[in-house]
């Protein structure tokens, strides 16, 4: 009996969590974005998707690293951020939920 699952099987099964992790992330960015630039919270607010993404990572384990850099990417490209900034976003935001 073949127990390890290949990738393509893992999304299948796990495909909730994953587009779950994607909306929960990209909503929750975009909402601290909102409140850092136009009502001038504290910036602590910036933190606030990291979060929902270390959250996700240890309900739902490591499946959803992929959904959290699609997110982050969407947030950086909605928000018109240079493309570096999206490109070290992605990689910081994936990584403060993977570490």
């Known amino acids: 009996m073949n127990t390890v699952m290949s990738i393509t099987e893992r999304v299948r099964t796990h495909w909730l969590p994953i587009v779950l992790t994607f909306a929960a ?38 499946i959803v690293l992929p959904a959290i850099a699609l997110a982050a990417l969407a947030n950086g490209i909605i928000n018109g951020a240079p493309l570096a900034f999206i490109f070290v976003s992605v990689i910081g935001n994936t990584f403060q939920a993977f570490i």
């Not at 409140?35 to 990291?50: E, G, H, K, Q, T």
Request: proline residues 3%; glycine residues 8%; aromatic residues 14%.
């Open 25 to 62: 992330f990209l909503i929750v960015a975009q909402v601290s974005t909102y409140l850092y630039r136009d009502v001038s919270a504290s910036s602590s607010v910036i933190l606030s998707p990291a979060g929902v993404g270390f959250a996700a990572t240890v309900i739902a384990g490591y």
